[in-house]
T-cell receptor
Framework: AQTVTQSQPEMSVQDAETVTLSCTYD???????LFWYKQPPSRQMILVIR??????QNATENRFSVNFQKAAKSFSLKISDSQLGDTAMYFC?????????????FGKGTRLSVIA | SQTIHQWPATLVQPVGSPLSLECTVE??????LYWYRQAAGRGLQLLFY??????ISSEVPQNLSASRPQDRQFILSSKKLLLSDSGFYLC???????????FGPGTRLTVT
């Protein structure tokens, strides 16, 4: 079974600064996907960024980027130029690459507060 | 792109009463559908998933059941709610050639 660990329950960052959220995972699979989801106070889960394990290049979406280290099973999220609207819970998630059903396995989340 | 609808948004029910939460999907056909539950201050736990009409798999044995009467409809039910059923319930869909899961707005259930 796969597990996802987020070791930072809470973090804070000054606006316009950069912050990195950590995520490690455990799997025996070789083909999989990794995701970061954001859950603001509205509790809507929003997909922030995704990474295919077979791709060596780190994914980037505007101010969000990841550092994917496959051998170390590490998948951290970097938020640059943090904004007040980035305040939210952030969840790291793992999904096997499969032709059929593919549930997500989530970490317990990191609560990020952006401070003015 | 697909859109996931859920209702109701909030629900307060007494212990022992029945439950029905509905999820519908727009923008894709034959999606994989999922029910997750999020307890306060915790991550998401997969409850049920479905790869097609009438096909339901349960991840965690409990007081809940799920059904998929139509391709883009997924229902979470209970005959008798327990206090421990309180939580935030999220429906997610995964469709077409996309491997990404998109979530509905969720239902906050409080059992009193």
């Amino acid at each position: 079974a796969q597990t996802v660990t987020q070791s930072q329950p809470e973090m804070s960052v000054q606006d316009a600064e950069t912050v990195t959220l950590s995520c490690t995972y455990d799997t025996s699979e070789n083909n999989y996907y990794l995701f970061w989801y954001k859950q603001p106070p509205s509790r809507q889960m929003i997909l922030v960024i995704r990474q295919e394990a077979y791709k060596q290049q780190n994914a980037t979406e505007n101010r969000f980027s990841v550092n994917f280290q496959k051998a170390a099973k590490s998948f951290s999220l970097k938020i640059s130029d943090s904004q007040l609207g980035d305040t939210a819970m952030y969840f790291c998630a793992f999904m096997k690459r499969n032709s059929g059903n593919t549930p997500l396995v989530f970490g317990k989340g990191t609560r990020l507060s952006v401070i003015a | 792109s697909q859109t996931i609808h859920q209702w109701p948004a909030t629900l307060v029910q007494p212990v022992g009463s029945p439950l029905s939460l509905e999820c519908t999907v727009e923008g894709t056909s034959n999606p994989n559908l999922y029910w997750y539950r999020q307890a306060a201050g915790r991550g998401l736990q997969l409850l049920f998933y479905s790869v097609g009409i009438g096909q339901i798999s349960s991840e965690v044995p409990q007081n809940l059941s799920a059904s998929r009467p139509q391709d883009r409809q997924f229902i979470l039910s209970s005959k008798k709610l327990l206090l421990s059923d309180s939580g935030f319930y999220l429906c997610a869909g995964q469709g077409g050639f996309s491997y990404e899961q998109y979530f509905g707005p969720g239902t906050r259930l409080t059992v009193t």
